[in-house]
């Protein structure tokens, strides 16, 4: 079965600082994709970011960036010089390629984010 | 273009009675799945659709919950005799399925939050 874990439930932040969130995932595939998605406090699951079990290079975005390391099945999410309009709640997902449950993703139970100014 | 679009945004409901929520997918889209999120957990699977069949409804809870796509678009989960339990927001995502292979992102909609009193 799969299951993604993120271990922080709330993280509070001064604006302008670094903030990481966590993700630890389990599963038997040997193909997948891990997605980030943000929850913003108007509810709407905002796609982030989508990697494959393949492709371990860094990435970033803007003050974005993501660090998977499949020897520790983490996918860490990183927040570079926060800023108040990040507050939001962000899921960590893995999802399954292939087969009947083609596509269908597992979420994390979410890091909550609030960014102060 | 538009997004995925669900209907209603809001439904109030009695113990008991029936619901019918609706999600209008990504033109185009053949793949379209149903989560559930309950308050401060991530969202969880119900049910996935590649185009008018149910290809995956192992995530419905039980036999109270029933989803059709009849025309391979547009979908409607119903759920009968509604529990108090049942209380939460239906998000409703689409993708491109297997037409866009393994990695299709998929599109959330506002999602439907039901209360049941």
């Known amino acids: 079965a799969q299951k993604v874990t993120q271990a922080q439930t709330e993280i509070s932040v001064v604006e302008k600082e670094d903030v990481t969130l966590d993700c630890v995932y389990e599963t038997r595939d040997t193909t997948y994709y891990l997605f980030w998605y943000k929850q913003p406090p108007s509810g709407e699951l905002v796609f982030l970011i989508r990697r494959n079990s393949f492709d371990e290079q860094n990435e970033i975005s803007g003050r974005y960036s993501w660090n998977f390391q499949k020897s520790t099945s983490s996918f860490n999410f990183t927040i570079t010089a926060s800023q108040v309009v990040d507050s939001a709640v962000y899921f960590c997902a893995l999802s399954e390629p292939f087969g009947t449950s083609y596509g269908k993703l597992t979420f994390g139970q979410g890091t909550i984010l609030t960014v102060h100014p | 273009g538009a997004g995925v679009s669900q209907t209603p945004s809001n439904k109030v409901t009695e113990k008991g009675k029936y619901v019918e929520l609706r999600c209008d997918p990504i033109s185009g889209h053949t793949a379209l799945y149903w989560y559930r999120q309950s308050l401060g957990q991530g969202p969880e699977f119900l049910i996935y659709f590649q185009g008018t069949g149910a290809a995956d409804d192992s995530g419905l809870p039980n036999d109270r919950f029933f989803a059709v796509r009849p025309e391979g678009s547009v979908s409607t989960l119903k759920i009968q005799r509604t529990e108090r339990g049942d209380s939460a927001v239906y998000l409703c995502?689409?993708?491109?399925?297997?037409?866009?292979?393994?990695?299709?992102?998929?599109?959330f909609g506002p999602g439907t939050r039901l209360t049941v009193l």
């Open positions: 995502a689409s993708s491109q399925g297997l037409a866009g292979g393994g990695s299709s992102e998929q599109f």
